[in-house]
């Protein structure tokens, strides 16, 4: 069962009358099968570092300061229409230890599970324009163009909150040509 609050990072981890720091975003958008059909009650978790870059986790040794108010993870399950929204801030890029100046791009970790435990697909979701993407050591292990298009989440200002939040559309591809990349499935769905 799901928390008043879990789709809303923003608030989840917060204390009373607090919220997290940092710019305030929606990232919303479909998950589809390979005929675009929408796939209802799946279960969406995310997880992500705060606005200065740093994870909530005993291990991330950045230097960026962790929010108090910001836990990093949330969930939500699809619609009958396959649509899931939820509230977060924009995560901070943060340096990666792979090479001497290699830095990670601003992005939101995804898990879709299906109908059954076992039925866990997991992928990353990139912001457009963000200038570290085609520098990412991660990212440039895809050698297809178009599969990185894909997990890049394009600004929708049609859904944006006036005064609160700028939103992202970010629609989830589970199977076929046109799928998502799931890094626990990098064959294909």
């Given at each position: 069962m799901l928390g008043s609050l879990d789709h809303d990072l923003v608030l989840n981890y917060a204390q009373p009358g607090e919220s997290a720091m940092?710019?305030?975003?929606?990232?919303h958008g479909h998950v589809l099968d390979e005929e675009a059909r929408p796939v209802p009650n799946?279960?969406?978790e995310v997880w992500q570092a705060n606005a200065g870059g740093r994870y909530r986790h005993k291990k991330d040794g950045y230097?960026?300061?962790?929010?108090?108010n910001f836990g990093g993870c949330g969930r939500v399950i699809t619609d009958e229409n396959g649509y899931y929204a939820f509230r977060t801030?924009?995560?901070?890029?943060y340096p990666w230890p792979n090479g001497v100046n290699d830095w990670r791009p601003s992005h939101i970790h995804f898990s879709l599970f299906g109908s059954g435990f076992a039925q866990r697909l997991i992928t990353q979701m990139y912001f457009e324009g963000d200038p570290h993407i085609p520098l990412c050591p991660i990212v440039n292990t895809i050698n297809d163009p178009a599969a990185i298009e894909m997990l890049v989440a394009k600004l929708d200002m049609k859904h944006t909150v006036p005064m609160d939040a700028r939103a992202y559309r970010f629609d989830i591809v589970l199977r076929g040509r046109r799928s998502t990349l799931f890094e626990n499935r990098m064959e294909g769905n």
């Open positions: 940092g710019e305030r975003i929606i990232v799946a279960l969406v230097l960026a300061p962790l929010d108090p801030v924009r995560p901070g890029p």
